[in-house]
């Protein structure tokens, strides 16, 4: 008998990138990365404990969208939303301190996931479930020491491309570095 996950049309397609990095820096240029890649319009939703880089993540994300070192706002930790000048509009979104669903109604959030710029958000589980359908998320998470585990994941077909590209950018990097190990040693 077939599967019956067969049956199922999926209305994404999610696809999974795992990478770690082994300090701030490593997870900004992630970041910074992935923020080259955008368009516009996108929702990167970062989620994971205090800690894990989230904020150094979108503030490498930032960078990639052409935000100045200078511009950053070092901390966001009583604005929930921080908007930057970019190639695109960046919209620096922080629900930690939003906990309840009255506290999300009221920032209007919708203004800035539906617009042209792009979102990033940290504690992005803390948006109500149906919020979004469509979005990249990096859960990040410790493992020891200066250690992080990201895992992007996407959920919808223009972030599986994204993803692609990433993923592809992240194979010929390491290939590179193969290469000139392989020369000099
Ligand atoms: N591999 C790493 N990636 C990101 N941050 C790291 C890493 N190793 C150590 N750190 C440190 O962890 C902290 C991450 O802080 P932050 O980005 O504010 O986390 P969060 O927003 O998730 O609470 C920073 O002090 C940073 O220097
Ligand atoms: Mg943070």
Redesign the pocket.
Same mark, same amino acid.
């Given at each position: 008998m077939e599967p019956l996950t067969q049956n199922v049309k999926l209305k994404t397609k999610n696809s999974v990138l795992v990478v770690f990095?082994?300090?701030?820096a490593?997870?900004r240029s992630w970041g910074r990365k992935l923020g080259k890649l955008l368009r516009g319009g996108e929702i990167i939703g970062l989620s /994971?404990?205090? /800690?894990? /880089?989230?904020?150094?993540?979108a503030r490498g994300l930032a960078e990639g969208l052409g935000v100045g070192k200078e511009a950053w706002i070092r901390s966001p930790s009583f604005t929930v939303i921080n908007e930057y000048d970019g190639r695109l509009p960046v919209y620096h979104i922080d629900l930690y301190r939003i906990d309840t669903p009255n506290g999300i109604e009221e920032l209007n959030l919708r203004d800035y996931l539906f617009s042209d710029g792009v979102s990033v958000i940290?504690w992005f589980e803390r948006l109500p479930p149906g919020e979004v359908d469509e979005f990249l998320r990096v859960s990040?998470a410790h493992t020891k020491g200066?250690?992080?585990e990201l895992t992007f994941e996407s959920c919808g077909d223009r972030y599986e491309k994204i993803l692609r590209v990433l993923g592809e950018r992240n194979q010929r990097g390491a290939a590179r570095k193969a290469n000139v190990a392989g020369t000099t040693g």
């Open positions: 990095t082994r300090s701030a490593q997870t /994971g404990e205090l /800690g894990t /880089g989230k904020t150094c993540f940290e990040m200066n250690e992080r």
